[in-house]
């Protein structure tokens, strides 16, 4: 069936290095791709997009790379801060457009 | 400020308590949905909605009803509450993008933390 997984539940890394999270997907259908934040105690927050023609788009800090050869999404964070620290979601729409599909999440810490 | 709001934020109680969770968008936004979050497993979809009187079955919706009367309101219903329902639930919204599809950018509520003894 569908699903979104993550390589790696917990990330650590030293304040201004930059981060990456990885993600896997398995529908090859999906065509729209997205990337959550959720700080604790709070709802997933929308950070950045990107749609299955294009394989890189960039936002403030941040850039998600698309490589739909082998189905791999990655987040990547510049100059981690320690307001960066948060679980980390990417999620995918499904075929249809009705539904949108989440992974299990990485947790990221920054170090000080 | 627009935001989708959620009550109760937390609750206990019992099995086969009736209870119903509550959300509400000001965004006017036509899609609405319901996730529970479970550790190690993300966020699963239990229902959504395309439009008033339109609701869907999501991946899990055994042992939940809703209903979308009014466009900004979207309650999520446990007639008999179980122990496995335990779980951290999120409302969303979001607007229909081109040919009704859901844009899949979607704006959440804080939270509902409930558990069911």
């Known amino acids: 069936g569908e699903s979104v997984g993550l390589h790696l539940p917990t990330l650590s890394v030293q304040e201004g290095d930059n981060s990456i999270i990885n993600c896997a997907y398995s529908n090859s259908a999906s065509d729209y791709f997205i990337w959550y934040k959720q700080e604790s105690g709070k709802g997933p927050q929308f950070i950045i997009d990107i749609r299955s023609n294009m394989d890189k788009r960039q936002g403030q800090r941040v850039t998600v790379l698309l490589n739909k050869t082998v189905k791999h999404l990655s987040l990547q964070i510049a100059a981690t801060q320690p307001g960066d620290s948060a679980v980390y979601f990417c999620?995918?729409?499904?075929?249809?457009?009705?539904?949108?599909?989440f992974g299990a999440g990485t947790r990221l810490f920054v170090k000080a | 400020e627009a935001q989708v709001t959620q009550n109760p934020r937390y609750l206990i109680t019992v099995t086969g308590k009736k209870l119903t969770v509550t959300c509400s968008q000001n965004?006017?936004?036509?899609?609405m949905s319901w996730y529970r979050q479970d550790p190690g497993l993300g966020l699963r979809q239990i229902y959504y909605?395309?439009?008033?009187?339109?609701?869907d079955k999501g991946d899990v919706p055994e042992g939940y009803k809703v209903s979308r009367k009014e466009k900004r309101n979207f309650p999520l219903i446990l007639e008999s509450p179980s122990p496995n329902q335990t779980s951290l639930y999120f409302c969303?919204?979001?607007?229909?993008?081109?040919?009704?599809?859901?844009?899949?950018?979607?704006?959440f509520g804080e939270g509902s933390r409930l558990t069911v003894l």
């Open positions: 969303a919204s979001s607007f229909l993008g081109l040919a009704g599809r859901n844009t899949g950018e979607l704006f």
């Open positions: 999620a995918e729409a499904a075929t249809g457009g009705f539904k949108t599909i």
């Open positions: 909605s395309m439009n008033v009187e339109v609701t």
């Open positions: 965004m006017n936004h036509e899609y």
